[in-house]
C-alpha cells in the first residue's frame, strides 16, 4: 500500500433501510495506526455508517480499504480483507464457551499461531482466561464485551470497527475498557474506528474525530480540538 493512501477512504457515501436514507454522502478517512472516533446522538448514523463500511447494507459512493473498493463486497470478504465489526449489543455466541468463541473469530485463519493468540487475549482480558470454560451468555455485559473484541482480534485484522462498545456497561468497566482499547493501539498500531456516545472515553484514545448530525457530517477535527469545541462539548460531553 502507498504511503499516500488511507487504509480506509470513504467518500460521499449514502445509504440506509429500504426507501428510508440514512447517511447522505459523507467522506471520512482512517489512517494506519489510528484511532477515529465518529460521535452522534441516536438516529444520526453512526451504526449505519459502520454497517455500510462492513458490507452489510447496501450502501453508494465509495469504501476503500488499502486501495481496494469494498462496496458491495459481501460482510464475510471484508472480513477477509482485513477488517473486524464489532457490532453494538456484543454478538457473542451465547451457547458457546469463550474459547470456542475465541476460536470462531480465528475461522479464516490457516496459521500455526492460533493457540497462542487465544493466550494472548487471555493475558489482554484476564477475565476471559477464568471463564474460558464458561458459556458466554452466562458472562456478565462487560465480560461479553470483551470477549467481543477479542475474538474480532482473533482474525489479526487491520482495522477494527467499535459500534457503541460501551453501550449498557457500568462506568468502572467502560473506564477499563478504553483503557485496554488504548493500550493496543498503542502498543501494536492496530487501527480503530469507534462509533460512541461515550464522547469524553472516546476522545481520550483517538485521534480524530467525526460528529454525525442527520446522516451528514457536522464537524471534523483532531481529537483535541473536538474536546475542546463548545459545541461538542455542550451536547456530548456535558460540560
Do not use: C
Amino acid at each position: 500500500m502507498s504511503a499516500d493512501v488511507p487504509l480506509l477512504r470513504v467518500a460521499e457515501l449514502s445509504a440506509g433501510y429500504g426507501p428510508v436514507q440514512v447517511l447522505h454522502g459523507i467522506d471520512f478517512t482512517v489512517e494506519p495506526g489510528e484511532v477515529v472516533v465518529i460521535l452522534g446522538a441516536n438516529g444520526a448514523g453512526k451504526t449505519t455508517t459502520l454497517r455500510a463500511v462492513s458490507g452489510m447494507i447496501p450502501a453508494r459512493g465509495t469504501v476503500e480499504f488499502e486501495g481496494r473498493s469494498l462496496l458491495g463486497t459481501r460482510p464475510e470478504k471484508v472480513a477477509r480483507a482485513g477488517i473486524a465489526h464489532v457490532p453494538q449489543g456484543r454478538g457473542t455466541l451465547a451457547e458457546l464457551t469463550v474459547e470456542e468463541n475465541l476460536r470462531l473469530g480465528a475461522f479464516a485463519r490457516r496459521d500455526a499461531q492460533v493457540a497462542s493468540d487465544v493466550e494472548r487475549w487471555y493475558e489482554v482480558f484476564p477475565r476471559l482466561g477464568e471463564r474460558r470454560d464458561q458459556q458466554a451468555g452466562s458472562m456478565s455485559g462487560g465480560e461479553q464485551q470483551m470477549l467481543a473484541i477479542a475474538r474480532a482480534l482473533m482474525s489479526r485484522p487491520k482495522l477494527v470497527l467499535l459500534d457503541e462498545p460501551s453501550l449498557g456497561l457500568a462506568p468502572i468497566v467502560t473506564q477499563e475498557l478504553f483503557r485496554v482499547l488504548g493500550e493496543l493501539n498503542r502498543e501494536t498500531g492496530l487501527s480503530m474506528l469507534v462509533v460512541e456516545q461515550n464522547a469524553g472515553l472516546a476522545l481520550g484514545i483517538a485521534t480524530r474525530g467525526y460528529v454525525l448530525e442527520a446522516g451528514t457530517i457536522a464537524v471534523t477535527g483532531s481529537a483535541a480540538d473536538l474536546a475542546t469545541n463548545d459545541d461538542v462539548r455542550k451536547a456530548y460531553l456535558g460540560i
